[in-house]
């Protein structure tokens, strides 16, 4: 029986509570830091959880070696509506002493003064910072967040497909890519035409920006203090267009569809290539995440080379930590952040696949492995304009919009790209 | 459409099963997504986005529960839910019937002006409330406390409460209550005896409103609680839908687990009710 | 309906009494929330203030000439009312149907409806969300896989959601099918209070059961009828969970209702003052559409 009456001492004593307080200022809750100094509460996201939580533990354990008597409360947040949630909490006077934010996230908040500013010195490592992550922490030469973790898509094939096709080896150049993806056309798609050689959804905007960036273009640029779109520029609308023609020659699944569930439509087994995380290959044969488990060590992943010539620059994705402005522990915070970025907890995020937040362990990942690939991607990894407004052109969905149209023919790559442009100049200078 | 069917007392036999057949196939289409839901937990991940479907367990098992059920925070999660949900039912029950009692039966300056307030309440885009109703539990120190929820959804489903049981009560003709109080009865007591029996199936269908309101919003849940132990099933269920994509088995297992209570809910106030109708004894 | 004597009666205390707790739970809880609201509405609220607690500029009624002078913004109200007219219409007359069936059923298939409709009733809008759209996916979707096996139709990876009509069209199959329990359960009640005599005396008069619905039945739940009506609508017209779940948190432009909108502007661009405007505008067109219902049914509230 899950039912259990309330006690109604709770709900009584919950109305009397709200009968007293009504609208004054009562007494505070304790939704975030606690004021007195012995907790500190620590928002991470569910990748954390997921896939990582020895890290989590051991970093844990170390900072109450540092502080006994010093409570920490990880909170676990879903990307989706994390931000909602913060928006309210930083309002208010309870907030998280440590918060994750997506490296694309935090322009907004740091120009807004949500955080505290750190001191990059005390921290490991902090002159090899991964590039695309510090620069997302700082703003006019002060420091307002910690890079966390990196994270650099790489081409992803089906091991047992290319043995049968007779491939020898991962595509190194894009010619190589194309006719390899060509003899699996040929092989399997004349069997079932539900097959895609490269699986590559409508809307999976930092794929297709690659090319863009691959090509020399921009999603936006800075002028004289001011962002503007740069969609529509030549270069890009030059890349725009061979992600275009990847599609209409390999790709038959759903076109309005982004990748979300991208290990789960792999994992049906009709794709013989797809461009994704490494975490993906082993989603797709990972039956939590809707993949299936007969896959298991049918995947490997490969650098994957741009039309340029060189490797294809990814979007480097990752998280960084902040102390908010707000919170009462800002000194322990630090220090928490400190143990939990440190080169011990690195090694450890290592170990689970995932990219660390410096090139000098960055070169460990890359003697080897499932994710030596998106090391050695990661350095030509790009991130979204570091621009006041860029989360508002992110969460206005102006990218993938404007790809949906594209890869659906239901607008030129032209138009698509000027109507993207208009779009992101609306919004993309405001705080 | 379906009142033509009848035809008249003589012929009651063919067109019942006629309606049962009838009854029998609305209820089949209604329910499959429901069916879905229930056969997709019960299924293997191997087995369960494979087309062309199946429509059968083939083989049935039980680890979706299993993990389901193996989260951490899945026990005090159902205990917050029913604290919270049980909570809101209960007093927007009692504060609603007394507000609904008053517009149905007594005509008072103001009146219009109530009924105004609870319909445009009900209006306003939950999107623009979010922060100033977590300011204002913020204020009160009210956030991360199952009480504040139970405050905040109470507004949510009390506006919604009054002005259905004002229907319900409004149907109840007023002269069996006057009957009542000829009869010796107070006005408490002839509404105890006479309004209450009457008015059960409307309480049923409001209350499981109100229930399911509470047990399945997560928006508003979500920004205001934040101890992983007192947040409710609907943001556990959340969680099932990761960035490496959704786990349907575990999703499905969970949301009929979290499904279940509300129908055994829906049971148990249905019984208690109807024994209440047998006792409250009306015309006998 | 004749004139309730009781209610004439003098009695000026107790129904202020009756209403008070709900009358001042909600200027508690939601007077001060609604007064931030409408204030911000008339603000220029950015991320700085709201962290800060600085009081944010004044706009006037700055937003309110952005929101309306843009085209799109009506483009989205016409879209929102179209949305609730075809969703309330089929929810009630289903609703009616399926209420009506069930006095007909024998006991046993009444108490499957029930528990069916029960059932669907308890399915969190989450999961319900979910399921649709997997039932409706592209790729492993049993729709497209069902309609195909039809002769002469290939659905074979078509994707619901790339036109806007047939996307909606399944949008409003899950607010359809996640709203009629809500509608039959709460209309089965009323017909259940209807006493039998009065349709029986009906029938023995020679009422055709078409003439029995329109004179007797109908009358006679007719209160109720147009509560829920009214209530649907509201709902309807505010919706979100679905439109957002359904297109996975990242519905397109062609997809925004007013209550997306509203959300869209305040926690996606953070324009949080536009977001309010827009919740206050949707509200007043809200009671400008009832404004007609309204005289009905402040005096349906007065038939007793």
Redesign the interface.
């Known amino acids: 029986m ?5 006690r109604r001492s ?2 009584l ?3 009397l ?2 009968a007293v ?12 830091g606690r004021a007195d100094g012995s907790g500190l ?1 620590v928002w991470l996201t ?2 954390a959880r ?1 896939s990582w939580p020895d890290m989590v533990a051991s970093a844990n354990a170390r900072f109450a070696k540092k502080h006994p008597g010093v409570k920490v ?1 990880v ?2 947040q ?4 994390k ?3 913060l ?8 907030v998280p002493d440590v918060v994750e934010m997506g490296n694309s996230e935090t322009t ?2 740091i ?4 955080f505290a500013p750190l001191d990059p010195k005390t921290f490991e490592r902090s002159g090899q910072w991964l590039p695309a992550l510090a620069d997302a922490c700082r703003l006019d030469n002060r420091t307002y967040c910690v890079p966390y973790y990196a994270g650099a898509r790489v081409g992803v094939y089906r091991t047992d497909y290319f043995k049968d096709t007779g491939i020898t080896h991962a595509p190194r150049t894009y010619p190589e890519l194309i006719s390899d993806l060509d003899r699996l056309k040929a092989k399997y798609g004349a069997e079932d ?2 097959f895609s050689a490269f699986y590559m959804p409508g ?1 999976y905007w930092s794929a297709a920006m690659g090319f863009v960036k691959d090509a020399g273009g921009e999603m936006a640029v800075e002028k004289d203090g001011r962002w503007q779109g740069a969609l529509s520029s030549p270069k890009s609308v030059a890349g725009l267009t061979t992600w275009k023609k990847l599609l209409d020659d390999y790709y ?7 990748n ?6 792999v ?2 087994g009709k794709v013989g290539v797809f461009y994704g995380n490494t ?2 290959a082993q ?1 797709a044969a ?9 896959l298991k060590g049918k995947f490997a992943t490969f650098a994957f080379p741009g039309p340029s010539g060189k490797l294809l620059p990814p979007f480097l994705g990752g998280s960084t930590l902040a102390v908010p ?2 919170s009462r522990n800002q000194e322990l915070a630090a220090d928490w952040i400190r143990v939990f970025t440190d080169g011990e907890s690195q090694r450890k995020l290592i170990a689970a696949n995932t990219l660390p937040n410096n090139t000098v362990q960055l070169a460990d990942v890359a003697a080897g492995g499932i994710n030596g690939p998106a090391a050695q991607a990661a350095v030509r990894g790009w991130v979204t304009p570091l621009a006041p407004g860029w ?2 052109v992110e ?3 102006v990218l ?2 404007m790809l ?1 149209r594209i890869a ?1 023919g239901k607008a030129s790559v032209r138009d698509a790209a000027r109507e993207a442009d208009r779009r992101i100049d609306a ?1 993309i200078n ?2 | 459409m379906s009142a033509r069917k009848g035809h008249g007392a003589t012929a009651v036999r063919r067109p019942r099963r006629r309606y049962d057949l009838l009854g029998l196939l609305v209820a089949a289409l209604l329910g499959f997504p429901v069916y879905w839901m229930v056969l997709t937990s019960f299924r ?3 087995e ?2 494979s087309l062309p479907p199946e429509f059968w367990p083939s083989h049935p098992t039980l680890d979706n529960f299993a ?1 389901a059920m193996g989260t951490e925070t899945f026990w005090p999660n ?2 917050s839910s ?2 919270i949900g ?2 809101t039912v ?2 927007s029950l009692v504060v609603g019937t007394l507000a609904a009692f008053a517009l149905a039966r007594f005509r008072f300056a103001g009146r219009k002006a109530f009924v105004v307030v609870i319909l445009t309440v009900q209006m306003i885009p939950l999107a623009a409330l ?2 100033p109703v ?15 929820v ?2 905040v959804y109470l507004v949510f489903t009390l506006p919604f409460t009054v002005w259905m049981l004002h229907g319900f009560i409004a149907a109840i003709p007023a002269e069996l209550e006057e009957a009542a109080m000829v009869d010796g009865c107070g006005r408490f007591g002839a509404f105890v005896r006479v309004v209450l029996p009457l008015l059960a199936p409307g309480l049923v269908a409001t209350s499981v409103f109100a229930m399911v309101q509470a047990w399945n919003e997560y ?1 508003l849940v ?2 205001l609680l ?3 132990e007192k947040q409710t099933l609907s943001i556990w269920l ?2 099932f839908q ?9 999703l499905m297992a969970g949301a009929t ?1 979290t499904a ?2 509300v129908v ?2 829906f049971l ?1 106030v249905q019984r208690k009710i109807a024994a209440g109708l047998a006792t409250g004894a009306v015309k006998g | 309906m004749s004139a309730d004597p009781a209610g004439r009666r003098p009695r000026p205390r107790l129904p202020y009494l009756l209403i008070a707790p709900s009358f001042l739970a909600l200027l ?1 809880v939601l ?2 929330p609604l007064v931030d609201m409408v204030t911000l509405a008339f603000q220029d609220m ?3 203030e ?4 600085a009081a944010p500029p004044w706009a006037g009624l700055g937003q309110f000439r952005t929101i309306l002078g843009d085209g799109f913004f009506w483009t989205v109200v016409a879209r929102t009312a179209l949305f609730t007219l075809v969703c309330v219409s089929l929810t009630m007359v289903l609703g009616l149907i399926v209420a009506l069936l069930m006095r007909r059923t024998s006991p046993w298939v009444r108490a499957v409806l029930a528990g069916v409709l029960v059932a669907v009733w308890a399915m969190p809008v989450m999961v319900a969300a979910a399921i649709f759209r997997w039932l409706f996916d ?3 979707g049993l729709v497209n896989w069902l309609l195909s096996t039809l002769p002469g139709i290939d659905l ?2 078509h ?1 619901w ?2 036109d806007p009509w047939q996307g909606f069209a399944v949008i409003t199959a899950v607010v359809v099918w996640g709203a009629l329990p809500f509608a039959a359960v709460s209309l089965h009640a009323a017909l259940t209070q209807i006493p039998p005599e009065l349709e029986e005396a009906a029938l023995i008069d020679g009422a055709r059961p078409s003439q029995l619905f329109r004179y007797v039945t109908f009358p006679a739940i007719k209160p109720l009828f147009v509560m829920v009506t009214t209530l649907m609508a509201i709902w309807d017209f505010g919706v979100f969970n679905q439109i957002w779940l359904m297109r ?6 062609e997809y925004y209702l007013l209550g997306v909108y509203s959300f ?1 502007e305040s ?5 949080y003052s536009t977001g309010a405007a827009i919740a206050l505008v949707t509200v007043v067109l809200l009671l400008a559409g009832a404004v007609v219902y309204l005289r009905q049914m402040l005096r349906l509230g007065e038939a007793e």
Not at chain 1, 87 to 94: C, H, M, Q, Y
Not at chain 2, 134 to 148: E, Q, V
Not at chain 2, 242 to 250: H, K, L, N, R
């Open positions: 899950t039912l259990r009456l309330p709770a709900v004593g919950a109305l509570l709200f307080t009504g609208c004054s200022s009562g007494e505070g809750g304790t939704s975030g509460t569910v990748d997921e409360d909170q676990y879903q990307w989706t509506t931000n909602q949630k928006d309210a909490v930083l309002a208010g006077r309870n907004n908040y120009v807004n003064e949500a035409p539900g809307r038959v699944g759903d076109r309005a569809k982004d979300g569930d991208q290990p789960a439509v994992g049906q975490w993906e989603a990972d039956a939590r995440s809707g993949g299936d488990p007969r402005a707000k989360t508002s969460k206005s969905n993938p919009e949906e659906t919004v405001e705080r | 293997p991940a191997t369960i986005l993990r159902v205990r029913a604290v049980l909570g209960l007093v979010i922060i977590y300011l204002l539990l913020n204020d009160a120190g009210l956030t991360d406390s199952l009480g504040g139970i405050v928006v979500y920004v934040s101890t992983p959340v969680s990761t960035s490496f994509g959704t786990d349907y088995g575990g687990l279940l209570p055994i809910f148990a | 508690v007077g001060y950015t991320r700085k709201l962290f800060s607690g592209a790729d492993y074979a990876r994707n959601f790339t996975g948190g990242q519905p397109e432009r869209i926690f996606a661009v953070n324009r």
